[in-house]
T-cell receptor, first 113, second 112 residues
Framework: DQQVKQNSPSLSVQEGRISILNCDYT??????FLWYKKYPAEGPTFLIS?????DKNEDGRFTVFLNKSAKHLSLHIVPSQPGDSAVYFC????????????FGGGTRLMVKP | NAGVTQTPKFQVLKTGQSMTLQCAQD?????MYWYRQDPGMGLRLIYY???????DKGEVPNGYNVSRLNKREFSLRLESAAPSQTSVYFC???????????FGAGTRLSVL
């Protein structure tokens, strides 16, 4: 059973509008959450993260929101740009020695000019 | 600064053949990881090495072995490849003091 789920396989938005990517998790032990961005034929690259002690973290056009009671996090991209078109993965970890990441299935974002 | 380097980038095997995927990082990271990516399933952890000299199983270790050759290098071996091992394989590394993993560009493997 997947502990981290991204229920929308794809999302299409217009350039300049907001993109909202969602992620749900089931394991209440997760205490650190990350978003990765992946272009074709490249490895995932780190985008933004949030600790469970916070409910929001912002970095430029990217903001991650965490709702622990709902076990839900979201990534907001404002404004969206065509270069943001990629697959986005959310990931979660328990703060132990291994820091293994559990990934969601990914959401393909397409930003139309 | 190359980061995490994986070789080869592409490989085609026949069922039953063996091969080793190589991974090296130049960031002096203690922890290294091997993942596989399959459509709709995200990345799943195969094995990891929290530090030089240690290795542990991840979520999907069956059919694979690993070697942490030194601090820089972490290899993944398929002893007898099966079509179910057709996937894209990613290696990653992490500095102990932070939770961010840094990924290589991947190896695309097809087993016929």
């Amino acid at each position: 059973d997947q502990q981290v789920k991204q229920n929308s396989p794809s999302l299409s938005v217009q350039e300049g509008r907001i993109s909202i990517l969602n992620c749900d998790y089931t394991n209440s032990m997760f205490d650190y959450f990350l978003w990765y961005k992946k272009y074709p034929a490249e490895g995932p690259t780190f985008l933004i993260s949030i600790s469970s002690i916070k409910d929001k973290n912002e970095d430029g056009r990217f903001t991650v929101f965490l709702n622990k009671s709902a076990k839900h996090l979201s990534l907001h991209i404002v404004p969206s740009q065509p270069g943001d078109s990629a697959v986005y993965f959310c990931a979660a970890s328990v703060n132990n020695a291994g820091n293994m990441l559990t990934f969601g299935g990914g959401t393909r974002l397409m930003v139309k000019p | 600064n190359a980061g995490v380097t994986q070789t080869p980038k592409f490989q085609v095997l026949k069922t039953g053949q063996s091969m080793t995927l190589q991974c090296a990082q130049d960031m002096n990271h203690n922890s290294m990881y091997w993942y596989r990516q399959d459509p709709g399933m995200g990345l799943r952890l195969i094995y990891y090495s929290a530090s030089e000299g240690t290795t542990d199983k991840g979520e999907v270790p069956n059919g694979y072995n690993v070697s942490r050759l030194n601090k820089r290098e972490f290899s993944l071996r398929l002893e007898s490849a099966a079509p179910s091992q057709t996937s894209v394989y990613f290696c990653a590394s992490r500095r102990t003091v932070e939770n961010i993993q840094y990924f290589g560009a991947g190896t695309r493997l097809s087993v016929l």
